[in-house]
């Protein structure tokens, strides 16, 4: 095939429990910095992990067009953080879109064709807002039995009860609604799509959208994902999993430690990555600056278990071998690995066999970053954040340490970078993702933009 | 540039009007209803009172001994599971010894899991301090880890189905998950489409599952006047395109299709049953409730698509349309129909198998997308039933009341979701 379209990176936008902006995040990163703490947002007091990666004191308003305002009474936390990191990435990317615009943000119009500006957005099951929903069902409860317990009564729930909930209800839980408002807010007409695969969502998002532009159906993409977990019913789905930390209640910055002999669970989170994938020729002619380029995508399934991680790690193997070799590259290639780590023991232990696997003998020396030590797992949006910070250690030529990763347990075996950052020069890196619920598991690589 | 073809080499669906592709299919010619009162919860003081179900199911009829390991799944998921073994069957792969089941993947627009309604109202009301008029979240997660169960909420991720079918097929190729709402299957395997064409994939296992037949989706879609509450006349409450319909009626189910590269079909000797020729996925970018007024992104859907097919308007002898039968979708639809069709709309059948199958939400694009496929094979187009008072705002044809015998070669299937999605297909008989 000739006159393939690359793709390249010229815009991100990151919201996570370390900062607004994919530099903020990125510098904490590097400083060593823990945005993981005791929950404030609600009384956790009675769950068995009681920390999480929350992010405290954002204004969605500042970041849709005053008209839009109205509309954000509908947007459940995880759009508002997809909205807000959406606006992050096209300002980053330097384009005027119609949110920019209608802001009086930039001069001159528009610069951005609508019907070839798409979006591809990883989302996860939506919680239920429990203040507003459980206040709902509350007034169709039975009356209080001699032990004061209430049952609650469908019938009255059907005649009257549910009127408590606005009528547009059901519209913030709806996972496409992260698209649909940034394709609102920005006029992105071109193909949309929203990839709903847990923790591999943001991956599975990118690579579609890398392969949408590649193949001519669209010029410019805003892709990623959001999640948020920090709320009564995402950290008690969590909880019931058992897949949190609870030994660290007391310390939570020492809580989540990625590929560590020590590990003993995840820790929730809050958080957005998008980014502003662009057909190279195209940002070359505006002048954009880039940031990377993406060069290669994988996908693939655990085939044995719909929960349970395999223990070599295939499903993520896979993925990564097949995105190396989309990208015309071997595991020798490779100067930089980012890895999921979400800190439970059998999932970063099936996590690092694949990567193991695919990488082969390069896996001794090749560094590998994680985050989720600093920032958590938020589901959704962590590959996205992930990999804006992949990219940004590229650019930079820093690696971040991860924070709680003090001794690399032996049945991991990968060169985790601890300890303090490490000034190293990337050419190409692999970015991973795997659904801890599903096992569908998707890598991307990026190779440094030609100079 | 040649590229790869995708072809269509079988076919399973749990539909509300059964569980067979050929009865089910001699059911919709027939213009039978699959909506009743409904059943699955005592509804009774809802707004709506009444749904298209799937009726008689037991997913242990369809899994045989897979059925053990895949007992806990949603409702839904077991649609998507037996729609799947149907359509694994349909193809003949039961005896593909020799596929590459790295190369196998699955592209699903599965809906999420029904909410565990009992422990979860439970837990809220329990929790609820009534003299505070708050949550107390301590109460809460005291009742919510005595009564939630690992399973259950494990069940409910999107994402699940199609993890399941990845273990029961061992397929370990590319793995998807789009929720679109109501375009999501039509997007899925448009997607995978499109995963095949590109070399990721030989043969992929697409289409979607749904199930919102539940008090928390009853009360969303009724609190968004959706839903049609022709409580007392429920059968034909279901009326596409007559001047009288007063909403969309919820259905429920599963429809997949193998899709597979053309050589890869030929070389184990499978029949082929159609092919994917088009895509098209655009968004309105409008607003969060109305669609475009013009039907703007729904003509971009399709003469998208139209164009990825590299067909002409005057192939395509049948529109399988979105049609859910509220007034806004109807009207802007044939708006944006007359759009891309021009003088030629006219002459085009249209009609909407919701009028007797309910909505499916997720599932209901593959389910549509099968009626294609079985139109262009028997010559015979689906009626849009309950059809009755003519609209001025709504003046095509649209098949009324009886299906039509026609020879048909093309068709075009549509599906667009909450949020302005909007999603089509351009399916044809497979020809050398």
């Not at chain 1, 995508?297 to 278990?305: E, I, L, P, R, V």
């Amino acid at each position: 095939m000739t006159d393939v379209r690359r793709v390249v990176v010229t815009g991100m936008g990151v919201v996570s429990p370390l900062g607004t902006g994919v530099s903020d995040t990125f510098d904490a990163l590097v400083e060593k910095r823990c945005g993981i703490d005791r929950i404030k947002s609600f009384d956790a007091s009675h769950f068995t992990s009681q920390i999480a990666g929350e992010i405290e004191g954002y204004n969605v308003k500042d970041c849709v067009p005053k008209g839009y305002r109205k509309a954000i009474k509908v947007m459940a936390r995880d759009i508002e953080l997809a909205v807000i990191a959406a606006y992050h990435a096209v300002r980053d990317a330097g384009l005027r879109t119609k949110c920019l615009v209608d802001r009086s943000e930039v001069e001159g119009g528009v610069d951005v064709d609508s019907t070839r500006f798409g979006a591809n957005i990883g989302a996860g099951l939506i919680c239920a807002d429990l203040n507003e929903l459980a206040g709902a069902l509350a007034t169709s409860a039975e009356h209080p039995d001699a032990t004061g317990n209430r049952g609650f009564s469908l019938e009255k729930w059907g005649s009257d009860g549910m009127t408590n909930l606005t009528p547009l209800w059901l519209l913030k839980f709806l996972p496409n609604m992260l698209a649909c408002h940034v394709t609102i807010v920005h006029d992105c007409q071109a193909p949309s799509n929203t990839s709903t695969c847990g923790e591999a969502s943001s991956h599975l998002a990118i690579g579609e959208a890398f392969r949408t532009i590649s193949r001519g159906a669209a010029d410019l993409c805003i892709c990623g994902g959001a999640e948020s977990k920090t709320n009564p019913m995402g950290l008690m789905r969590q909880s019931l999993l058992g897949r949190l930390s609870t030994d660290c209640n007391d310390r939570p910055a020492e809580a989540c430690r990625p590929f560590d002999a020590a590990r003993t669970g995840t820790v929730v989170s809050e958080g957005a990555g998008l980014l502003i994938l662009e057909e190279r020729e195209r940002a070359r002619a505006r002048g954009a600056e880039i940031y990377a380029e993406v060069v290669g995508f994988g996908a693939g399934a655990n085939a044995s278990n719909w929960l349970k991680p395999q223990s070599d790690g295939r499903a993520v193997a896979l993925a990564t071998s097949k995105a190396l070799a989309d990208a015309g590259v071997s595991g020798d290639d490779v100067d930089l690995v980012n890895a999921a780590g979400v800190g439970t023991r059998e999932h970063d232990a099936s996590e690092a066999a694949g990567i193991r696997a695919a990488l082969g003998d390069r896996c001794r020396e090749v560094p590998v970053i994680a985050t989720k030590g600093a920032i958590g797992n938020n589901g959704a949006g962590s590959g996205a954040i992930d990999l804006a910070m992949t990219i940004m250690a590229m650019k930079r030529g820093v690696l971040p340490p991860s924070i709680n990763t003090r001794e690399v347990d032996p049945d991991c075996g990968l060169n985790v970078v601890r300890g303090d950052p490490i000034d190293s020069r990337a050419d190409v890196a692999v970015s991973v993702a795997t659904a801890l619920s599903g096992g569908q598991s998707g890598a991307i690589v990026i190779r440094r933009a030609s100079e | 540039m040649t590229r790869r073809r995708v072809v269509v080499t079988g076919m399973g669906w749990i539909t509300p009007l059964g569980h067979d592709l050929e009865g089910t299919w001699q059911r919709v010619i027939k213009g039978e209803s699959g909506i009743a009162p409904t059943t699955i919860f005592d509804g009774g003081t809802f707004p709506t009172q009444f749904a298209a179900e799937v009726k008689g199911f037991e997913a242990s009829d369809f899994l045989g001994g897979d059925y053990e390991a895949h007992k806990d799944v949603s409702r839904q998921a077991g649609f998507a599971l037996a729609a799947a073994r149907l359509a694994w069957k349909h193809a003949g792969l039961g005896k593909a010894a020799s596929l590459d089941k790295s190369r196998v993947g699955i592209y699903l627009g599965g809906g999420e899991g029904p909410m565990d309604f009992d422990n979860f109202t439970a837990a809220a009301v329990e929790g609820w301090n009534y003299a505070e008029d708050d949550l107390d979240t301590k109460r809460w997660a005291d009742v919510a880890y005595e009564r939630l169960r690992k399973i259950v909420e494990a069940e409910q991720d999107p994402n699940m189905a199609a993890a399941h079918m990845a273990t029961m097929f061992g397929v370990e190729g590319p793995n998807f998950n789009t929720l679109t709402a109501c375009a999501a299957s039509t997007q899925a395997i448009g997607e995978a489409t499109n995963i095949i064409r590109r070399g990721d994939a030989d043969a992929m296992i697409s289409g979607g599952c749904h199930s919102m037949i539940h008090p928390f989706g009853v009360t969303g879609f009724n609190r968004l006047t959706a839903l049609s509450t022709r409580n007392d006349t429920c059968v034909t409450a279901s009326r596409p395109f007559d001047r009288t319909r007063d909403g969309f009626v919820l259905g429920e189910g599963a429809g997949m299709l193998i899709l597979e590269e053309l050589q890869h079909a030929r070389s184990r000797g499978a029949e082929i049953h159609a092919e994917i020729r088009g895509y098209g996925s655009t968004a309105d970018a409008f607003r969060i409730t109305d669609i475009h007024e013009d039907g703007r992104g729904g003509i971009a859907a399709m003469r998208t698509a139209i164009e990825d097919a590299g067909v002409k308007l005057e192939d395509i002898g049948y529109i399988s349309a979105h049609g859910t039968g509220t007034q806004e979708n109807d009207k802007i639809e044939t708006k944006a129909i007359k759009g891309v069709f021009g003088d030629r709309a006219k002459n085009v059948a249209i009609s909407s198998v919701k009028s007797m199958m309910g909505h499916l939400i997720a599932a209901a694009g593959a389910c549509e997308l099968i009626t294609c496929i079985l139109a262009i094979r028997d010559g015979v187009l689906p009626p849009t039933m309950n059809y009755e008072n003519p609209d001025t705002a709504c003046d095509l044809d649209y098949i009324p009341n009886q299906a039509r015998k026609t020879a048909v070669t093309t068709c075009l299937s549509n599906s667009f979701g909450f949020g302005g999605q909007n999603d089509t297909l351009v399916v044809s008989a497979f020809n050398d």
